[in-house]
């Protein structure tokens, strides 16, 4: 699976990004898709996820009613909303698909994007 993120850039403290993903190589609508992010001098952390449906969404409990997580099975995309930012939600942010755990942390997936970076100035 190859995955291509896009979206990020800088936006202000309380704006809004959003990322989006587009997957090739594998069936798009069978993969369970998520997000993370990696912050400065820190580890990755899972921001958000959905099943292959779109049916279940997950989100990590600091993202729960900022971040909004879907995806477009015809397209082969999957998106991150990102309202009401914080300085702290700065970070290289990437796609993954293909679950390989369960939705409780730690969430982990098989495939990776290369990321793409969300700097929010305060």
């Known amino acids: 699976v190859q995955l291509q993120a896009s979206g990020g850039g800088l936006v202000q403290a309380g704006g809004s990004v959003r990322l989006s993903c587009t997957a090739s190589?594998?069936?798009?609508?069978?993969?369970?898709m998520g997000w993370f992010r990696q912050a400065p001098g820190k580890e990755r952390e899972f921001v958000a996820g959905?099943?292959?449906?779109?049916?279940?969404?997950y989100y990590a409990e600091s993202e729960k009613g900022r971040f909004t997580i879907s995806r477009d099975n015809a397209k082969k995309t999957v998106q991150l909303q990102m309202n009401s930012l914080k300085s702290e939600d700065t970070a290289v942010y990437y796609c993954?698909?293909?679950?390989?755990?369960?939705?409780?942390?730690?969430?982990?997936?098989?495939?990776w994007g290369q990321g793409t970076l969300v700097t929010v100035s305060s």
């Open positions: 190589g594998r069936t798009f609508s069978s993969l369970d």
């Open positions: 993954a698909a293909e679950r390989s755990s369960s939705w409780y942390p730690p969430v982990e997936f098989r495939y």
């Open positions: 959905i099943s292959w449906s779109g049916g279940g969404t």
